[in-house]
């Protein structure tokens, strides 16, 4: 049967839709032209955003026993370098009108640390960090370090041109403080004590992070942030949400290549 003209542009327009279908079922990527064609899309897998869910305040016990943190999902932390131990690591992360919290789960062996006090060097022991970054106009964050000691140390950072030094907060109380607090599995908080795990709840209040912070945080609002644990159990090792560039000192620091929290 001979085919009519017309038959042509129906038989491409088929095997155009064949072929998408083909692709969506084996799992390519199928690159849609519409009117934003620089818009970046998530895709399954892609770890570069994290989605924040909004809670009401609440007290942090260092256990993440508020039934807050049901209404989010762990995300765990990959391994950056490692002088042998290979423990899992993970966190959640929720907001409030007045601040933003972090959970971290740390599998363990052994608490190692010297130093007990805070505003000390934490970084040379075990610890769990948060870097957040509000203000993307200008190159300046917080760092936050806890140890499971629950000794902190605070820090507004200036990374001018790589070189960077961290400055401790002002009036540093009240509604500008952060509130913190640590537990331990399997043995006692204590520097040197066997343990199987230990956990670090933290939260963080707007008003201490001002100027970088000036207007509410509503559904929307992004920031770059990662989050960081660094443990010295049998020499360094390192934990990352985003991947910095190991074996080089103050690779932390690259805020360049900083995640997104996206606050829902």
Known sequence: MNNSPNDAPRKLAGLFSATVWVLLVIGLP???????????????GDT?????????????????????WKTTSWIDLPIQETSGVRY????????????????????????TTEVTRDFGPLYQGDVVE??????LSVPIYFEYELSPLDYELPLLVPNIHGKFQGWAPAHYQGRRKVQHATAVTGGLKK???????????????????SPLVTLPVTP?????????????????????????????????????????????
């Open 130 to 135: 948060v870097f957040l970054r509000p203000d």
């Open 220 to 264: 929307g609002t992004r920031w770059t942030a990662n989050l960081y644990r660094i443990d010295h159990d049998s020499g360094y090792s390192s934990w990352s949400w985003r991947k910095t560039t190991p074996g080089v000192r103050g690779s932390l620091h690259e805020y360049k290549k900083f995640g997104t929290l996206v606050f829902k």
């Open 191 to 209: 520097a040197g004590e066997a343990v199987s795990e230990w956990t670090a709840e933290i939260y963080v209040p707007f008003a201490l992070l």
């Open 88 to 111: 899992a690591t993970k966190v959640k992360v929720l907001y409030s009108g007045t601040g933003i919290y972090f959970l971290f789960h740390c599998d363990d062996r052994k608490i």
């Open 48 to 68: 570069s955003e994290l989605q924040v869910q909004k809670t009401e305040d609440f007290t942090p016990d260092g256990r993440g026993s508020a039934d807050n």
């Open 30 to 44: 199928v690159i849609s032209v519409g009117r934003n064609p620089d818009k970046t899309v998530q895709r399954p």
